[in-house]
């Protein structure tokens, strides 16, 4: 298990009022699950159901370690710091 | 008078030295070439200029124009343009803005206005629909922007100067309501005429050739912009804030004076901290349904928010962490009427020379507290202030520094740093007002920000800039917000990044690129109007003209080669399209040889695609775009651009 920093950003973040998690995990797809899983439990504690529509993240522009992750069996490596996007940015 | 609808047929005509004004001749011929907005105002421009005017001769004319959408009730298109010889570049500027003014020029029944001359005094030009009169202005001279719009009737739609624009900063803007024609130093070109303010009030409304159809596609329209990605969920939520992450994320937030493209601590200067901790309310301009304004709070105030640009020019760029800094100066420097992005892009350049041991201008990377004082310095022209209120070009003139002042023909870039987003580099070198995203084509928009087109791959980049560049034209010379413009981005392509489909198509992208050209070459092939670009309907119900796409193309690319040899006869010379070095030859990454510009390679491909020879449009294209100037004035200022 590889313990790793998950941070959220745009619409995500306005969604699920979630910036950052801890998050142990082998691979991308099972840390989605898990913060998945997170999400709604803190949506569930705190009464407001989140409103994000994609909460498996299948659209997300995802970044590992600053590097652009399309793979979802990415495996991951102690300390590796996850950056999920909304997709949609410009402006 | 006009034959069409959607325009009210006059264009005022205004000389602030003798007091006096009149019409300016404009015709449903010129309609027809131009539409409005500021392919009007360039070409209004290109027919007075000489080589020898400079932005603060008398007779430089400063050219407000509206587009025939304005006040017609479309989404978003309460826009008005601001056109003149920059005193920053020397070449011409335009400034599209939002606010209230475009409308209340519209309502007192002018689709522009012409201003020439220098008032002896400062002036307050008030423009009603029964007479136009020239106020003393001498009790709102020296009064900040916000200041004087109080000051002035609240019924009227208004432009206003700052102390900036009084001291002929060359980065000077001009304020509408909390609105800004910001870039290229209109302000300084007021405040040289003495004009503090104007005002325009009325009660007319443009006639409209088709209501009902007008009415029905504004319906349609409206829904598509709040559906769609970018302008109905991105802008509405996090404003052009929300573009920190994304540009962190790829590399492309400009860092220390552009010396990196990523930042450590963006998180503190980002949308997401914006709203999460500062936004007060969402505001917008009339008639946008976007409202990607932001609210925040200085000491007990609601004021504008920061843009993307101020957030990333005065923070990652001056290694400035604190955005409760960041809303505090963006306030003072609007209060003050500058140019955000020409200002922090001299304070970052300043503290390059500084780091680097060339002068001392007394701001330094990562130190803060005397910010505030250095932009009323630059304001008021004191002390080491003087030297930053030139501009950055000047100043590398004057101390050294050429390679690593960020600027293109003298203007600031934006917060895009463009070794990670060649094609906006090319942008930002052929931008006919200089470093400007906007004026760029926007190219950061495919390249990462809302499509993931290969951001390091030269190829296909020319043909897509030549695209956004002339629609982004077309859709300002409408009256339309640039924004608007984003639709014609399918949104399944940005909603879908991960998707094959997509993937697929992104990476066949810059291989479509001698496709595309053909279309920006031969403009009027596409003689129908698409959904996803509705203005060219909207020009159709609102006015009664044949419009379609080939329509807005032919005047986006109109006005792009109006402006270019505007340019050329104003002394633009033949190498004017670059970057500094730091961009073209330094590698962003040292690991990674294509994070640099490919300048030169793309450049190629840009002027054949344009009928440019070497940046400059040939006299057969000039002809066959029906740009009609004097062949001795182009031949001369061919000789020159080649000296």
């Not at chain 2, 070109?189 to 007008?214: C, Q």
Request: aromatic content about 8%; overall charge neutral.
């Amino acid at each position: 298990m590889a313990k790793v920093t998950v941070k959220l950003f745009g619409v995500y973040r306005m969604d699920t009022h979630l910036a950052k998690a801890e998050i142990e995990a082998q691979k991308l797809d099972e840390l989605l699950e898990i913060l998945h899983t997170q999400i709604e439990q803190k949506a569930k504690s705190e009464g407001t159901a989140a409103q994000i529509k994609d909460l498996s993240f299948k659209d997300a522009t995802i970044f590992i370690n600053g590097e652009r992750c399309r793979k979802r069996r990415q495996k991951l490596g102690d300390g590796d710091e996850i950056w999920i996007l909304s997709p949609a940015s410009g402006g | 008078m006009t034959d069409y609808q959607g325009y009210m047929g006059k264009v005022l005509f205004v000389d602030l030295s003798k007091q006096t004004y009149g019409e300016f001749p404009w015709t449903d011929k010129d309609r027809r070439r131009t539409l409005g907005g500021k392919v009007m105002a360039a070409d209004i421009l290109l027919h007075h200029i000489t080589p020898e005017m400079k932005a603060f001769d008398e007779d430089n004319w400063l050219v407000i124009t509206t587009g025939p959408l304005t006040g017609t009730g479309c989404p978003n298109t309460s826009r008005f343009n601001i056109s003149t010889i920059s005193p920053l570049t020397g070449i011409l500027t335009s400034s599209n803005c939002g606010g209230d003014f475009g409308l209340a020029l519209k309502r007192a029944g002018y689709d522009g206005a012409v201003i020439t001359g220098k008032s002896e005094t400062p002036v307050h030009l008030r423009i009603t629909e029964k007479e136009v009169t020239f106020e003393d202005a001498g009790k709102l001279w020296g009064m900040t922007t916000g200041e004087t719009q109080k000051n002035i009737h609240r019924t009227h739609g208004m432009l206003a100067i700052g102390p900036a624009g009084e001291n002929k900063v060359l980065y000077a803007c001009v304020f509408s309501g909390e609105r800004t024609a910001g870039r290229g130093g209109v302000g300084a070109v007021f405040g040289d005429k003495k004009l503090k303010a104007v005002s325009a009030f009325g009660t007319k409304l443009p006639k409209i050739a088709n209501r009902e159809k007008l009415k029905e596609l504004n319906v349609k329209w409206t829904k598509l912009l709040q559906t769609h990605p970018l302008t109905g969920r991105q802008l509405p939520r996090l404003g052009t804030a929300g573009l920190v992450s994304p540009m962190q994320a790829h590399s492309i937030l400009a860092t220390k004076n552009f010396s990196a493209g990523r930042y450590d601590d963006f998180e503190m200067i980002s949308g997401e901290e914006l709203a999460e901790n500062h936004l007060v309310s969402n505001a917008a301009c009339t008639t946008c349904v976007i409202r990607c304004a932001r609210m925040c709070k200085v000491d007990d105030k609601v004021v504008k928010g920061p843009e993307l640009e101020t957030l990333g020019l005065l923070g990652a760029n001056i290694l400035n962490n604190d955005i409760e800094k960041i809303i505090r100066w963006n306030y003072e420097i609007d209060e003050l009427g500058m140019d955000s992005i020409s200002c922090a892009g001299s304070v970052a350049f300043a503290m390059e020379l500084a780091e680097k041991g060339v002068h001392d201008f007394g701001v330094h990377f990562g130190e803060t507290d005397n910010l505030s004082q250095m932009f009323r310095d630059i304001a008021y022209r004191e002390g080491e202030g003087n030297y930053l209120a030139d501009g950055s070009k000047r100043m590398s003139e004057q101390f050294g520094g050429e390679e690593y002042a960020i600027h293109a023909k003298g203007m600031e870039l934006a917060a895009y740093e463009p070794r990670h987003a060649v094609g906006h580099g090319l942008g930002y070198a052929t931008s006919n007002r200089g470093g400007c995203h906007l004026n760029a084509g926007y190219m950061v928009v495919v390249e990462g920000l809302g499509l993931e087109v290969d951001s390091l791959t030269p190829h296909g980049k020319a043909a897509l800039a030549i695209t956004f560049q002339n629609l982004m034209e077309a859709v300002s010379a409408c009256g339309s917000c640039l924004f608007t413009s984003y639709a014609v981005l399918p949104g399944f392509l940005i909603d879908k990044p991960n998707m094959k489909a997509t993937r697929a198509i992104l990476t066949a992208f810059p291989y479509v690129g001698p496709v595309v050209n053909l279309l920006n070459h031969f403009t009027k092939i596409p003689q129908m109007n698409i959904p996803l670009v509705p203005h060219g309907y909207a020009v159709k119900y609102a006015t009664g003209m044949r419009s379609t796409m080939a329509s807005l193309l032919t005047w986006g690319t109109y006005g792009y080669n109006a402006e270019r040899i505007a340019n050329i006869i104003l002394g633009q010379k033949a190498d004017a399209d670059k970057l500094p070095k730091r961009l073209t030859e330094e590698l962003q990454d040292p690991n990674n040889p294509k994070t640099k510009v490919p300048l030169e390679q793309m450049k190629k491909v840009y002027y054949r695609a344009r009928g440019w020879k070497k940046g400059i449009p040939t006299w057969h294209r000039l002809k066959s775009l029906g740009i009609d100037i004097d062949k001795s004035v182009y031949d001369e200022a061919l000789a020159r651009a080649w000296r």
